[in-house]
């Protein structure tokens, strides 16, 4: 039977809400991923270093990692999860003064931008995209080597809205040229061709924009479970992500961007945006890029490419993938998976 071994795989774009959803959803990355980077959007959003080091806390003790708990420790030892994760934390932009910056640079990997009400808990993002306004906290970023991570949609056309952004991202990354600039979760062949245009523009790649397109999500009955934004886009899109995840591409990491809603929030009139892929997102890879012969690259696209990029070291760990059937659950504590009740070809055999 094929197997495939990856080691220390990261997920660079990460949502583990908070509350009872943290608890329930923060356990089924840390079992498979070394560790991941963490959306700030919480309601308020994380704004604060009390709030940042509070909200690390929790995950923490979510994935079983502040040892006052011995018994729920072996508790998530013998069900195999929990230990070994590092929660990379980001904070939600503001602008910020550099002496803030200063105090919290060695707390976060990155800081996250959202244009403002352009997806979930993002309304107080940022409303115009004013260089003056924004120059003294991204050259602070620069200076202290805080990569700033973005949410780059317009709020255009549904489908015109990462293209649109395309300027935007120009302009940052021309006015500040040493700070590292992040497109998250990319779903157009216009943001894949960005990548070749400035040294300092990387991005992120879910796996459910290399899996479908906007045909899976509206072409046939409406799947709200496949509803995101950024939404799906065409199917040359979805062929521009996937030949440069395929190939490794050193500037691409993968990002689950894997977002959590109660069915109850997804199943509605005005669903909310978000696909759940956490718990099942290396077996995809791992039937994906085997399909089409690039198992060799995996390595590179979920753990090696993001070291580079984040100058980061993961802890260890060890995941064997295996070629065998897995029945996706309908449900992970009252959150719907993409796939749910679908049979994957890949399932994760051991985690060391
Ligand atoms: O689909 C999405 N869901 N896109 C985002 O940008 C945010 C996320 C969420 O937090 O639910
Ligand atoms: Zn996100």
């Known amino acids: 039977m094929k197997q495939h071994t990856l080691l220390m795989p990261l997920d660079m774009h990460l949502h583990l809400r908070d509350g009872v959803m943290l608890e329930n959803v923060a356990p089924l990355s840390s079992y498979s991923f070394s560790g991941a980077v963490v959306m700030p959007n919480l309601v308020p959003p994380v704004t ?48 910020y003064s550099k002496e803030f910056l200063e105090e919290v640079a060695d707390e976060i990997i990155g800081i996250k931008l959202y244009p403002a009400g352009i997806t979930t808990n993002s309304e107080s993002g940022v409303a115009s995209f004013d260089l003056n306004e924004m120059r003294p906290t991204l050259e602070a970023m620069s200076d202290l080597e805080i990569p700033l991570l973005v949410h780059g949609e317009t709020d255009g056309f549904v489908m015109d809205r990462e293209a649109e952004f395309m300027s935007i991202y120009e302009m940052l ?36 924009h290399l899996l479908i397109n906007l045909d899976d999500v509206v072409g046939g009955m409406m799947k709200p479970h496949l509803f995101c934004k950024p939404i799906a886009k065409r199917p040359e899109d979805q062929a521009a992500l996937l030949s440069v995840a395929l190939e490794g591409h050193p500037k691409v990491m993968f990002g689950s961007d894997s977002a959590p809603h109660p069915q109850h929030a997804k199943e509605a009139c005005g669903c909310a945006a978000g696909v759940f892929t956490a718990p099942i997102a290396l ?4 039937e994906l890029f085997d399909e089409n012969d690039a198992l060799d690259n995996l390595q590179a696209f979920v753990s090696d490419n993001a070291q580079v990029i984040y100058s980061i070291c993961p802890e260890f760990k060890e995941v064997t993938l295996v070629q065998e059937e897995f029945k996706v659950p309908e449900n992970y504590s009252g959150v719907v998976p993409m796939f749910a009740g679908e049979t994957i070809k890949w399932s994760i055999e051991n985690v060391d």
Not at 56 to 72: V, W
Not at 77 to 93: A, I, N, V
Not at 173 to 193: G, S
């Open 173 to 208: 990354a021309t006015a500040f040229p040493k700070l590292k600039i992040i497109m998250e979760h990319i779903t157009t062949k216009a943001a894949v061709d960005m990548l070749s245009l400035h040294d300092n523009l990387y991005a992120t790649i879910t796996i459910h």
């Open 48 to 95: 604060t270093k009390i709030a940042l080091l509070d909200y690390k806390h929790r995950i923490l003790n979510a994935t079983g990692q502040n040892r006052y708990d011995d018994d729920f420790d072996d508790l998530l030892e013998e069900e195999g999860f929990g230990g070994d994760f590092e929660p990379f934390m980001t904070l939600f932009y503001n602008n």
């Open 283 to 286: 077996q995809l890879l791992a």
